[in-house]
Structure formats: C-alpha cells, structure tokens
C-alpha cells in the first residue's frame, strides 16, 4: 500500500480544508434545526463559492468536470469536507448524488448521460437511490426484493413500494433496483423520471437527525411505464451495479465520517483546555486524557482502514471485506467520538452552540444506513469462516 501523497492532491486537500474553515463552518450558524436543512439560496451562493475554489465534484474525472482524484485521494479530500456535515453537498459529492454520479459514470449509456448524469454533475438537479423498501421488502437482505418490472412491448410496468430514499422529495430522477418479470436472477436497475404518472412521493419520513435536500422519503411505484431505453446498464445486472455503487460509496461515507469525528474531538478539546474546574484545566484530567487518546486510536484505525479498502478499490481488486470493516469501525466510531466530545464539554456540549447535538443526531444512521454494523459482521465473519478471507 503506497500512502505517500501526490503534491496535486496535497494541494486540493489544502483547498478544501481552507473551503471548510472560511465558508462551511461559518455557515452551520444559518442551518434551519426546525426544518433540518440549509436554506436554499445561501447553498446556491456557497455552491458557487465551491466552484470558484475548484473544488467542485472532486471524486470524478477532469474529463468528467472533477479533479482526477483516485480513490485514496478522494479519501484525503472528503475527510477534509465531511468536518462539516454541509461541505459535501456545497461541493456536490454528498450522498446520494455522489454515489449515483460515480454509477452513471460507470453504467449510462450516452443518452442517458445527457439527460441525467451531465444535469447531475452540474448540480442542476438531484437525484435518489430506491432499494430499501418495507417488510416483508428487501431491507438488510437484498434478496427479498420485492418490486416488480413486468415487460410489455418496448416497456416495463414497475410497481413497488419503496421507503428511506434519501433525496428523493424534489429529486429529477430515481434509480430504482427492481425484479424483472419477478426473476430475482434478472434484477435490474431502472431510470425512472419523478414525473412519471404512477409514481408517487409518500412523504417525506420524520427521522432522529438532520433531513439534507430531499429529506429521506417513502415512493410508490403504481403501474410506472419505463421506456427499455432506460434501463440502466443490461438486464440482471442490478446487484453487480448495486456493489459497484455500495462499495465506494459505502467508502465515502466514511471518508466524511473520519471528518467529523475529527472536529467533534477539536471542538471538545477546545472546550477542556479552556475550562477551569477542581484547581486545574479539565484537559488536565487522566480520565478526559484518555477519552481523547481513545478516540484518536479509533479514528487512526478507521482512516487507515478506508485508505486500505480505498486502495484495492483503485487497483481493481475486491475489496468486499476491507470496505465491511471500514463501514464497521468508522460508523462506530463516529458515535463514540461525539457522544465523548458531548461528555466532555457538559452541558454546552449538550446545547446547540457547539453544533455536536445536530452531528450526533445524524451519526446515528451511520450504524444502520447502506448495512447495519450487524450485517457487516456477519459478512466478515462469513468470509472468515470459508477461509476466503484471513486475519
Ligand atoms: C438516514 C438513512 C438514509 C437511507 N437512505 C437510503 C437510500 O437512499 N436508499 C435506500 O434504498 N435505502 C436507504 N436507507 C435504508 C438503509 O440502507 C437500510 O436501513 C439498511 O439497508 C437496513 O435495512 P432495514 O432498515 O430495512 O433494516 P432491516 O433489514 O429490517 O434490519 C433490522 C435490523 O436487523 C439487524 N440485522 C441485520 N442483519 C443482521 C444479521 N445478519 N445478524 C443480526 N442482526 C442483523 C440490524 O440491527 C438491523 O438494524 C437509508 C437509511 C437511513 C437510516
């Protein structure tokens, strides 16, 4: 694993570090708690501040509209932005935009391109991501995927009841993981247009933590006529697209994750250098000492293991284990680092000046979104069993 650090993306992690301190933090102090999300035309203002500092849709191609980076200096940069819970959608590489871009990339064909990808990348419009969907649907397990693609003619008649779509309120187009003629063997994923007769946004669901644009919603899918032409990649391709979307993008969350529970720990360090309490510094205390020793263990650990996972990611290779205990370790942490940063400030670590509330309502989705930790632990402790993985 080669983790020396080109000049070029030195310099963009620099940017962006710059970018987080100057226009991010500053503008947390505009964030709508009541709503759960900035208010649109400071975004639209500070977006266009994003890409007058080039940092614009950093994960993808220069040819694309990025800035060339892999994967591993992708992780350098995100766990810059991701200090702020706003910087990655200022700079178009949140969720799920990010992770749709980066399968759009891979799997449109020019057509498709044109009408979603271009307008994505762009930031003209948004998009969602709609696999889970309420029992007995697929959750967890994929493989009780129950929406149904049936063929007629040139098209497919979808139907299906979907929930937790991250972005989808407000969102220009869906890509939907659906059965086809219920073959679970020719799953596939459709391009689905938030116009189209048939399809309807639930509601937005009420959710411990912040709701980002588009909020995190429930669809349903009633007799929706898709067009062959938009059908993403082939049919019964859907998972191996699916894991080629979950992998990096399972990734990049931690990425941003490492970020946050970065500036979780600095605003508590902040905190118990200043306070005076039983004849010293609280930071002077063994037991603070060593909440901030722990955490910095966890979240070393956690990067290093996204660097790795990263690493085989970008030299092809399979990185199914690497990315589950990555998506373990850091989500995990995330919680323990904010919940110890709320402790160790009291109670204005409790209030909403420090921001650590509304990062520490978020995190919690961490343990459970894009596969709960226990799901993780039973894929690694499955390849460990079969001997295709070892320690
Ligand atoms: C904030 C947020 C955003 C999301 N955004 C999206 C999105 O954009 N698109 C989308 O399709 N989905 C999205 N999801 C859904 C998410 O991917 C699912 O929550 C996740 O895959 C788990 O599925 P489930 O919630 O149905 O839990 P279930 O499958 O019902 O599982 C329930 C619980 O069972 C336990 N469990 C699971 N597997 C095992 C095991 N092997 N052994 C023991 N226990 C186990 C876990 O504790 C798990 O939490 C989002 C979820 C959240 C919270």
Same mark, same amino acid.
């Given at each position: 694993m080669d983790l020396s650090i080109p000049k070029e993306v030195e310099e963009i992690r620099a940017k962006a570090k710059a970018f987080v301190e100057e226009v991010a933090i500053p503008a947390?102090?505009?964030?709508d708690y009541d709503h759960g999300r900035m208010p649109e035309p400071i975004v639209q203002k500070l977006r266009e501040e994003a890409k007058k500092r080039g940092l614009w849709t950093a994960h993808l191609p220069k040819s694309e509209g990025g800035l060339g980076l892999d994967l591993v200096g992708t992780a350098l940069v995100f766990s810059e932005l991701g200090r702020s819970p706003i910087a990655p959608y200022l700079c178009n590489c949140d969720a799920p935009d990010e992770g749709n871009m980066h399968l759009l990339h891979l799997a449109a064909n020019a057509e498709q391109k044109k009408k979603y990808y271009h307008p994505l990348v762009e930031g003209k419009i948004r998009s969602g991501f709609a696999m889970t969907e309420p029992p007995p649907g697929a959750g967890s397990d994929p493989t009780t995927l129950s929406t149904n693609a049936e063929k007629d003619g040139d098209h497919y008649i979808l139907n299906g009841h979907k929930w937790y779509?991250? *972005? !989808?309120? *407000? !969102?220009?187009?869906l890509i939907v993981m659906s059965k086809v003629n219920d073959s679970f063997r020719r799953t596939s994923m459709f391009l689905v247009p938030t116009d189209a007769p048939g399809y309807t946004m639930v509601q937005e669901i009420g959710v411990l933590g912040s709701h980002g644009p588009g909020g995190h919603c429930e669809l349903k899918f009633e007799n929706v006529k898709v067009h062959e032409s938009q059908v993403l990649g082939k049919i019964g391709e859907g998972f191996r697209l699916s894991q080629e979307r979950l992998g990096p993008a399972r990734l990049t969350h931690c990425m941003r994750w490492i970020g946050l529970a970065r500036r979780s720990m600095e605003i508590a360090r902040e905190y118990a250098i200043k306070r005076e309490l039983f004849g010293g510094k609280l930071s002077d205390h063994q037991g603070i000492q060593w909440m901030f020793a722990e955490s910095a263990l966890e979240i070393e650990s956690g990067f290093l293991l996204t660097l790795k996972a990263a690493d085989i990611l970008r030299k092809n290779g399979d990185a199914r284990q690497a990315v589950s205990l990555a998506k373990w370790q850091v989500s995990e942490t995330l919680n323990k680092c904010i919940d110890r940063a709320i402790q160790i400030c009291g109670s204005h670590g409790f209030s909403r000046y420090l921001k650590l509330e509304l990062f520490y309502r978020d995190a919690r989705a961490a343990r459970i979104a894009d596969g709960p930790t226990e799901t993780h632990k039973m894929v690694i402790g499955r390849n460990l069993m079969s001997g295709k993985e070892n320690f």
């Open positions: 947390e102090d505009h964030y779509c991250t *972005g !989808a309120n *407000g !969102a220009s187009f």
